[in-house]
């Protein structure tokens, strides 16, 4: 996985932050950055600017979740909304929805979706299905066995905790809360990647509150060509051959509902 370029800092700042790194392995990036400042103080290292430090972090510490959250499940969905101009087609600009599924076991995002409007049963189905199959290997280095999922209120929801429940995989419903998405993303990537800033606290926000007033500096992007600019920045790993020992039946069945979920009866 390609990681951001190091910056220039001198022997000694870069020492004060790769002790932070190896202090905490499993902290997220942006926990790491304040230990590496504190650090520096107590040190009487003059330090970089905060921006300076936290890519210097990214371009050496392997992207990873806490322990906290890689505990959750094999398999995490995150949401978090993208300070990115989109054009959806609805007369308005807006930040797009960035739904994703984790890998916790590789510490990887392996699916992405890119949406408008609030998390649904519908855009989560479709981002498990990108994750789980058919395009994945049934040999895989470890199993799936548990699913962590943000709870949704819509009417689709029992039929998405059934599905997976009948393919005899357990269920995480996370109680996240309006304000407790993009926790696993910020854990990988820290509040911003290559440049675009991530605004967990805008997923469940109204849709004025989502818009971006146009001007002559944003050039709005469609939906499939934010997709596939997030889906580079974030560095979404969809070809890992990982897959999980569900090669009957019941998965199968599980790959048919999620697709009957998320509008894409494409076998």
């Not at 309006?178 to 469940?204: K, S, T």
Request: glycine content about 6%.
């Amino acid at each position: 996985m390609s990681r951001n370029k190091p910056v220039g800092l001198d022997e000694e700042q870069q020492r004060v932050i790769e002790q932070a790194i190896e202090s905490a392995p499993t902290d997220g990036p942006d926990e790491i950055v304040r230990t590496a400042i504190r650090e520096g103080e107590a040190q009487n290292v003059p330090m970089p600017t905060r921006e300076k430090v936290r890519r210097f972090v990214l371009a050496r510490r392997e992207p990873r979740l806490t322990d906290e959250l890689a505990s959750l499940a094999n398999l995490i969905v995150d949401h978090t909304v993208l300070e990115l101009p989109v054009d959806f087609g609805t007369g308005m600009i807006e930040r797009p929805l960035a739904t994703v599924v984790i890998d916790a076991t590789i510490h990887r995002i392996v699916a992405l979706e890119i949406s408008r409007g609030p998390p649904s049963t519908k855009i989560i189905a479709s981002s498990l299905r990108a994750a789980l199959g058919p395009a994945r290997k049934p040999e895989g280095e470890h199993v799936i066995e548990r699913i962590a999922v943000p709870r949704v209120s819509d009417k689709d929801w029992p039929l998405l905790c059934d599905a997976i429940d009948r393919a005899g995989l357990s269920l995480n419903v996370l109680e996240v809360g309006p304000y407790g998405h993009g926790r696993c993303i910020e854990a990988l990537l820290g509040q911003r990647q290559e440049g675009m800033r991530f605004r967990p606290r805008l997923v469940e926000a109204s849709p004025d509150r989502r818009s971006i007033l146009p001007r002559s500096s944003h050039v709005p992007l469609d939906a499939e060509r934010t997709r596939d600019l997030v889906k580079a920045r974030l560095k979404v790993d969809d070809d890992t051959g990982l897959s999980c020992d569900l090669t009957g039946p019941c998965f199968r069945e599980l790959l048919d509902r999620l697709g009957s979920l998320s509008g894409d009866q494409a076998s």
